[in-house]
Structures are given as C-alpha cells and as structure tokens.
C-alpha cells in the first residue's frame, strides 16, 4: 500500500484506479480524497441567475465525484486521507489493556463494611471515562454554583457542606479508572475504582488486612 504523510497530521492512501476511488468515496464519513499538493474537490459552485448576477453554493457529492475522476484522468496523484492524531490514539490505546477485569467478572467490593460480591457490567479504562467525562464540566460548575450561594448568604451547613464535598469527590473519580457494578439480588448498582475491587474475597480481605 502507498501512502504519504502530510503536514497537517493526515496520513494518504495511494488511489491506482477509479475502483479505489469509489470505494473511498464511499467511504466519506471516515476519508476524504484530495491530490498530492492536499488540495481536495469541494471547491464553491458559481451560478449566474440568468442576470448576470452570481451566487456560491457548497458542492453535491456527484460534482465532487465528477472532479475527483476528471482529475484522476488528467493524471493527478490522489490520495484518500484520514487524520491519525498520534498524541491522541496511541497514548490511549496503549493503556486500555492494563487492567486483568473484564465485562461479565464476578468480583468483590466493600459497601458499608459489608462484603459484595457484583458483575462487571462496564469498564472505562482511559482517564475518566468517556461517558463520564463528558459531566465534568456540570459538576464543577454546580460546586461552584453551591459554593457561591455559601458565600453570598453567609450560610453553610453540614448538608450543603456534606453535598459539596460528594460532588468534589465525584469529580475526582473521573481521574481514575473504574468500572459499574451491579448485583441485583441485593440491589447493588455502584461505579466503583478499579483500586476498590477486587477478583476474589481473599484478595479483598487481604488488602484490608493491610491498610
């Protein structure tokens, strides 16, 4: 496979044949197809109304399609790219595999000094969380918005402290890894660390045993 490396962190794929260029146009939600020089063929359509006048529009798909082909007969070297963000994907996938969890385990975990044993039924191994991370913002903006209300009514008692002090600890769960439990039987459905379970009830015991 030929491919080149562009300067904007796009990575090409040599098109040989107008076979390769509508499999990859087809495939436009994941490459878009430009020429060596990283022009690509969504250019604006001039139209004239008929007086003289003339307005723009965004390209169809098949006029981009025409382009594309009509410079691929002229000779140009086209390339279907797609952006590879090594900062972004291999830090993170060199990370979701440190973990011997899986989805289904059984595992145990402590809930009111009691011993639980519950199901993975997720696991978020990057920072945070996908789905989680996306609330971030909403909890600190709503320690915030309590912490100001302390403020301006000279008043903070120990159920509004209380209640800040969940959503700071919250917060900070977001920085670690964890995983959603669940066991139903005794209606247990918790997000707990991956530091917090563990794969048998020995284990468990034995990290009590040791803080």
């Not at 209300?149 to 600890?169: E, G, M, P, Q």
């Not at 919250?170 to 066991?183: G, P, S, T």
Request: a negative charge; proline letters at 1%; one cysteine or more.
């Amino acid at each position: 496979m030929n491919t080149k490396a562009f300067d904007n962190g796009y990575v090409g794929i040599k098109l040989n044949s107008v076979s390769d260029i509508m499999k990859y146009n087809a495939l436009n939600t994941n490459f878009s197809i430009c020429n060596e020089y990283e022009d690509y063929f969504d250019e604006y359509v001039k139209e004239d109304d008929g007086t003289g006048n003339f307005t723009e529009r965004e390209p169809t798909e098949n006029e981009k399609l025409e382009r594309i082909l009509q410079a691929f007969k002229d000779g140009q070297t086209l390339y279907a790219t797609f952006l590879l963000d090594c900062g972004e994907v291999f830090p993170t996938a060199s990370t979701t595999m440190q973990t011997d969890f899986y989805v289904g385990q059984e595992v145990f975990t402590m809930n009111h000094n009691s011993v639980i044993k519950a199901r993975v039924q997720r696991l978020w191994l990057s920072r945070g969380g996908e789905t989680y991370f996306k609330d971030s913002d909403y909890i600190t903006s709503d320690i915030v918005r309590e912490m100001r209300n302390c403020v301006t009514t000279l008043s903070a008692n120990k159920s509004t402290l209380d209640y800040i002090s969940s959503r700071i600890n919250a917060c900070k769960a977001m920085e670690d890894d964890f995983a959603y439990l669940v066991n139903k039987e005794k209606n247990f459905y918790k997000l707990v660390k991956l530091s917090e379970m563990f794969a048998t009830k020995e284990d468990l015991v034995k990290h009590l045993m040791e803080e």
